[in-house]
């Protein structure tokens, strides 16, 4: 009650207080008192000897470093426990500079909380990386074992492994499995190649680069048949004049030096004029030679290889082919055989030019076209083939573009 004084509780809240004290004080001529502790805490970040903790022997002489700092040692005195500021000047300079000091502070804060904030996540993304890594690691080795598992003893079956179904690899592998499919299809050919006799692995590298170009392009390319290659030789494909073919081909091995036969075939050739004469292709590994075989195979035409530049063939199954050379002076001719007649030797002539070609590290150019493009003498000309029915034997005529191939239909 206000009208009640209490005179033991208003000693006892004036000392609580510390009214006496704050008395004292300001008679003394202090504004401002404190323990050193607690301004130590308040105001450490002004000094660098008292940031972030000081290593003086005591908090007071902490403090002492801090105002001596500020340059405020005449304003203030130091008592056993507490720091005394007389004017409230010095106190406010001290807020001011503390202010300051808290902004630079705080920026320190965030820098060292972003920085924490950053090395945790660089080291939950490297956990990650390794978690994928090891797992990628884990998938390799689980297609590498499960490649191993399937293809275990391929060697000693029948097919080699051709049956043998390949698993799915990770994306990480596909380029790997494309490069191991082609190693594993070169062993497999290779194992395949042993059991041919070496004399018809000649044959096989022309059959194979006859595929390498045709396949797709072409009805039929003669595969399931053997290749002879000289047909001329021949008494089958040709009875009559095999006898007088042989000696022409022995005197142009003693005048070219060729070494081998790589097709010779009986054909039906065009020239510029329109004219149609029945011809004979004989192709060595130096020349390409035209002749006439009514005359006993007198060589009308010699052709260096060097001077061929690439094929062109049609892609039905008619025996056309286009020999292109440097100069433009395109040979147009029709394969045709006499026993057994229509058999497709295109195939073989293409695959026995491109492997030679090969052989020499030489690119032959093969185009499979209908019509096919061709030149004579400089003349751009086409030649397109069509199917007659009462057409006996393959025959070329002339049209405006060029020259029309008529062969025996079916």
Known sequence: SPQ????????????????????????????FRQTYEKFLHRYKMISEFTWPNHDLPSDK????????????QDDVAYGKSKIF????????????????????????????WRGTLARMRY?????????IRYYRRYKVKSYIHEVARRFHGVKNMRDYGKHVKWPTPPKVLRRFEEALQSIFNRWRASQLIKTIPASDLPQVRAKVAAMEM??????????????EGNYLASKPDTPQTSGTFVPVANELKRKDKYMNVLFSCHVRKVNRFSKVEDRAIFVTDRHLYKMDPTKQYKVMKTIPLYNLTGLSVSNGKDQLVVFHTKDNKDLIVCLFSKQPTHESRIGELVGVLVNHFKSEKRHLQVNVTNPVQCSLHGKKCTVSVETRLNQPQPDFTKNRSGFILSVPGN
């Open 4 to 31: 009640i004084f209490d005179d033991e509780r208003c000693r006892h809240q004036v000392e609580y207080l510390g009214l006496l004290e704050n008395v004292r004080v300001r008679r003394a001529g202090f504004a």
């Open 61 to 72: 002489e902490a403090v002492k470093k801090l105002i001596e700092r500020c340059g405020f």
């Open 85 to 112: 500021i007389r004017t409230p000047r010095t106190l406010f300079t001290l807020e001011e500079l503390r202010a300051q000091m808290l902004v630079r502070v705080v920026l320190f804060l965030q820098k060292v």
């Open 123 to 131: 080291k939950r993304t490297k956990a990650a990386l390794t978690i």
């Open 214 to 227: 045709l396949k797709g392009q072409r009805a039929d390319l003669g595969l399931q048949r053997a290749w």
